[in-house]
């Protein structure tokens, strides 16, 4: 087959997200298979058939000023900080601090609420973060191994801060299901890409429960599935590390249904490649990477993160349930 050449596209985002998503392509074979399947890029997750209901679920605060922008962070004064908590600094950029304090335990961490389409404050505000997209310059590059397409930061980023979300389609485990393995023995092979995402019942009772106990024994899991593989943003294309440089968090702004912010977990250098656990062993939940079948043993596939030995597991997380 003949290769055409590579080329760069400046924003696959196409200025949807704040800052640039470039893709670099090594042969146009490349990126068309690439883009028959990733076809529409969007900066938050959405559900299915219900992308036009825009309704707030939450109440809003007052606190209005045209220019400040830490407002929101004073407990006395913002009303939703009183009632969700602060987990934002005031510094530039915002930070995540205390949740990312927690971590590596995989103990659950009360979800963020950033400050939503009822509040009275201005989008400056520090408490909206996950909502404005991807805060860092990134390159989507094929890693030129089994690996396939990879994502690394264009500058330095600090531990806490929020680099994008892993947006994509929010459908029942059902409907992933039957995306992944067809109606009968047919798969339509959505694959590898599906996250999911459990909460643990926010009582507080059951939260220290399971803290002490930390099994899905007895806990009750609020389960988000998100599907990217056709409909998604560049969280689809960071892989999975068993030293991950990124963390995740449940946070929700105007809907019951939380987003899922990717945080720098710790300081990450320019050019740097962005990782996570799919195991979701730093982070709220248990994100899960079913195998799709390349390289594998016994269902699993062969993990080819930097992590080194003694560090790296082997293999990628494998979630028969899905
Ligand atoms: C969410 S996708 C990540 C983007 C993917 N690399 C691509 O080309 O579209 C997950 C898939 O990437 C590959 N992958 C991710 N992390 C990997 C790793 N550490 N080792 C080997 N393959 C990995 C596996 O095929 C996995 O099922």
Not at 19 to 47: G, W
Not at 162 to 186: N, P
Not at 197 to 208: A, D, Q
Request: glycine letters at 10%.
């Amino acid at each position: 087959m003949q290769t055409v050449g590579g080329g760069i596209i400046a924003d696959i985002s196409s200025g949807l997200e704040p800052v640039p998503v470039a893709l670099e392509y090594s042969s146009q074979e490349k990126l068309d298979e690439l883009q028959a399947v990733h076809t529409r890029y969007i900066v938050h997750s959405i559900i299915p058939g219900r992308e036009d209901d825009r309704a707030c679920y939450y109440d809003g605060c007052d606190c209005s000023s045209t220019s400040a922008t830490n407002l929101c962070l004073n407990e006395s004064r913002c009303g939703c900080i009183a009632m969700h908590g602060c987990y934002y600094t005031r510094t530039t950029p915002p930070l995540l601090t205390l949740l990312l304090d927690l971590q590596p335990s995989n103990s659950p961490t009360p979800p963020i609420y950033e400050c939503n389409s009822s509040c009275a404050c201005p989008p400056t505000c520090s408490n909206r973060l996950v909502q404005h997209g991807c805060r860092v310059p990134v390159r989507v590059f094929h890693t030129g191994t089994a690996r396939g397409w990879s994502v690394q930061v264009m500058r330095a980023v600090r531990r806490g801060e929020f680099v994008c979300e892993y947006a994509g389609e929010v459908v029942r485990a059902r409907e992933i299901r039957k995306r992944r393995w067809g109606e009968g023995s047919e798969g339509t092979g959505t694959g590898n890409y599906v996250l999911c995402l459990r909460e643990y019942v926010c009582v507080w009772l059951l939260l220290i429960l399971y803290i002490l106990e930390p099994s899905e024994n007895g806990a009750q899991a609020l389960r988000t599935n998100i599907d990217p593989t056709t409909t998604a943003n560049l969280g689809r294309y960071i892989n999975h590390s068993c030293s991950p440089n990124l963390s995740l968090f449940p946070v929700r702004v105007d809907s019951v249904v939380p987003l899922v912010g990717m945080f720098a977990y710790r300081d990450i250098a320019e050019g740097e490649e962005l990782g996570f656990d799919y195991a979701g062993v730093i982070g709220y939940g248990d994100e899960v990477a079913p195998s799709n079948g390349e390289e594998t043993e016994n269902g699993r596939t062969r993990c080819l993160c930097n992590a080194g030995a003694g560090v790296c597991r082997g293999w990628l997380p494998f979630d028969a349930r899905l």
